[in-house]
Each structure stands twice: as C-alpha cells, then as structure tokens.
C-alpha cells in the first residue's frame, strides 16, 4: 500500500553541524510533499514544502530536495541548533487524493548536542 | 493567538464513556482535518471537512468515530462508548481554501482507563 516512510528513527548531531533527515516514499504520482517539525507535547510545526515539479527549495536554514527518480525526499538543516531538537516528519499528498488530506511517515528524532 | 485551537488539551476517561473533542480552525480557512497520533508514531487521518461540501470520512477507524462542523467554523470529534486503544493525540488541522500548508493546533491528549 501506499507509505511514506524515514531511514533513521533517531539522529544525533552536534551544535553548528547540519543535518539531513531522509525519507522515503512509495507513490510515485505524488504531487506535494512537506515536512513538519513536533516537539513535546506539541502539534507540528510547518517547516518547509515542496511540488513535484520541482527538485529543490530553500528556507531559513532549510533545504528540501526532491529527487523523484528514486522516490526519496531530504531536509537539511544548515548550522543545527538546540532548538532543532524535535521529531521530524515527512508527508505526501497523492495527486488522486482529491481532499487534500496529509500522508505521514513515522518520523525520525532529532537531538541536537551542545 | 491567531492559531488553530483545541480544547480540552488532557481528557482522561473511563472504559465505555463518550468524548468530545473541540477544534476552532484558524479564521478564513475552509478546510479542517482531524488526525491522531498514537504514541510515537505518525498520524493518522480520520475526517476531512472542505467548505460545504460532504466530508471525507474514509479515515474514521468505527461507527463509534464521528466528526461535525458547525457553520462552517468549529468542529466536534465525538467518540462514543470509548475503548483502551483509542488513547491518542487527536490534532486537527486547517488550511485556507488553496489546501496547504495545513496548521496543526496543539491536540488533545486522550487517556482512557
């Protein structure tokens, strides 16, 4: 069936690095992508999107890339901070999904060492 | 604030009774989605709501699962005669009549005992 999934469930990276945080998905005929940053006991956070019709977009500190050959989506974080520690998730919309409505990976969890 | 708001944030309830969960979207927007996020996972979609038209109610896990909304605005999730694994967050969403981004409000945490 249809799933959006992530490599890593965790990741820890030191202050001032950048890190990448992957995902997978298995919908080729999905038309929109975005990534959404939760931390504790909070709902997530819109961090950055991205159309098929493109490969790559740029944020505060934050990449997109979209490579649709090998299905497989990536968010970088230039210059990582204490404040990035959260968990990350990737989502698709499929282009038959008429509603709108979010497919979610599991996640992966980002910490972020001093 | 100006955010997609959900009340209450904490419900915690006995095996077999009903809840109400309350979502007030962010103003203007047209679409309202309810998701829930079971402990350390991803969510999952239950109800979508898009203006007046019929809602999307293929991600509702039973009958005992039912969503309305009000003039347009406020939303409603309602489970009736609760079990153990319906213990979650339940976020809702909403997005203004372009689809997206949708903006989460913080959700209800439901524990049933």
């Known amino acids: 069936g249809e799933s959006v999934g992530l490599h890593l469930p965790t990741l820890s990276v030191q202050e001032g690095d950048n890190s990448i945080i992957n995902c997978a998905y298995s919908n080729s005929a999905s038309d929109y992508f975005i990534w959404y940053k939760q931390e504790s006991g909070k709902g997530p956070q819109f961090i950055i999107d991205?159309?098929?019709?493109?490969d790559k977009r740029q944020g505060q500190r934050v990449t997109v890339l979209l490579n649709k050959t090998v299905k497989h989506l990536s968010l970088q974080i230039a210059a990582t901070q204490p404040g990035d520690s959260a968990v990350y998730f990737c989502a698709e919309i499929p282009k038959k999904n008429q509603g709108g409505k979010l497919i979610f990976g599991q996640g992966t969890e980002l910490s972020v060492k001093p | 604030g100006a955010g997609v708001s959900q009340s209450p944030s904490n419900k915690v309830t006995e095996k077999g009774k009903d809840v109400e969960l309350r979502c007030d979207p962010i103003s203007g927007h047209t679409a309202l989605y309810w998701y829930r996020q079971s402990l350390g996972q991803g969510l999952e979609f239950l109800i979508y709501f898009q203006g007046n038209s019929a809602p999307d109610k293929s991600g509702l896990p039973s009958d005992r699962f039912s969503a309305e909304r009000t003039g347009g605005s406020v939303s409603t999730l309602t489970i009736q005669r609760t079990q153990q694994e319906d213990s979650a967050v339940y976020l809702c969403a909403s997005s203004s009549p372009g689809n997206q981004p949708q903006h989460f409000g913080d959700g209800t945490r439901l524990s049933i005992l």
């Open positions: 991205i159309r098929s019709n493109m």
